[in-house]
């Protein structure tokens, strides 16, 4: 590998305005005369104009412009990759409900032309923000044979208590409890539901535990079966799909929702939520009866407000079972 490319390699990742600046010292600048930011043959001048003079190369330091340092630096890890151009890693239609993306352009009106398309981007715009609330079910029988065994301990029962006793504290007005249909999610959300009276609550098959992703780092004490992972996935990522998303256009005002389930599903849907690698879910631990809050705008951005909280119950209280 040449000098020149080892600086130019060692100059990847230190993006700054306009211009990148490597961190190694080089004897000479280029024997083509002239400041480094200055245009040339072929090249546009404003690239030259938008390098003020104050942040010129310090000496001893080569100047790179954007595109030479691009084409130099190695490709991203695949799970980073962007489109060209975006700024950013962040996919704005990650639930496919960008407005632009719910029209269909070849409908588009000759005549009325970029007012009609202006007026069918507004109507699909969302315009209320949803907040979701993840619990994770309390504290259950780890003994049971089957689901229907696996029921809430006295502690979890307590934890349940504690948890709505919480929610209820916010002020809230929750819209619904939607719960995974196993037993000790069943039973979290009935004495979740006690604090908070007349909100409807929803059983879905969707919201059950399983093997979302296989993690990396692997682990050695828990190694489900490759088929495991191949259905339980898919159910997992279908619970991801149909609930979280930015609220729907004809929503008006702000929703807080519940989703009652557990930790592997709630783990992999804040790493999906927040476009983070899935595979990561494993590095998060939560607590029994916790509370993780996202925030979807209505532009789409996702925002975890709070990870597995379970600052409301007394330290004699927590488990993580």
Known sequence: MSF???LALAACGLAGGSVLFSAVAVGKQPARGGDAAEPRPGGS??????????????PGLLLLPPAAAAASC????????????????????WDRREPLALINLKKKNEETGEEELASRLD???????RHIFLIRHSQYNLDGR??????????????AELTGHRLAS?????????????????????????????????????????????????VSHWKPEAVQYYEDGARIEAAFRNFIHRADAKQEE????????????????????????PEGWLRMSLNNGSITHLVIRPNGRVALRTLGDTGFMPPDKITRT
């Open 74 to 93: 190695p490709p991203a890890p695949g799970w980073i990759e962007r489109p060209a151009g975006t700024g950013g890693y962040w996919d704005s239609n």
């Open 45 to 58: 001048a404003a690239t030259a104009a938008a390098v003020p003079a104050a942040s010129a190369a310090p």
């Open 170 to 218: 916010l002020g809230l007005k929750f819209d619904q409890i939607i719960h995974s249909s196993m037993t000790r999610a069943t039973e979290t959300t009935e004495i979740i539901s006690k604090h908070l009276p007349g909100v409807k609550k929803i059983s879905t098959d969707l919201l059950r535990e399983g093997a979302p992703i296989e993690p990396d780092p692997p």
């Open 123 to 129: 109507h699909c715009k969302a315009k209320a923000t």
């Open 146 to 159: 089957a689901d229907k065994d696996r029921t809430l301990t006295p502690l979890g029962r307590e934890q």
């Open 254 to 277: 702000d929703s807080y929702e519940i989703f009652v389930c557990h930790a592997n599903v709630i783990r992999y849907i804040v790493c999906r939520a927040l476009q983070f690698p």
């Open 4 to 6: 020149r490319r080892a």
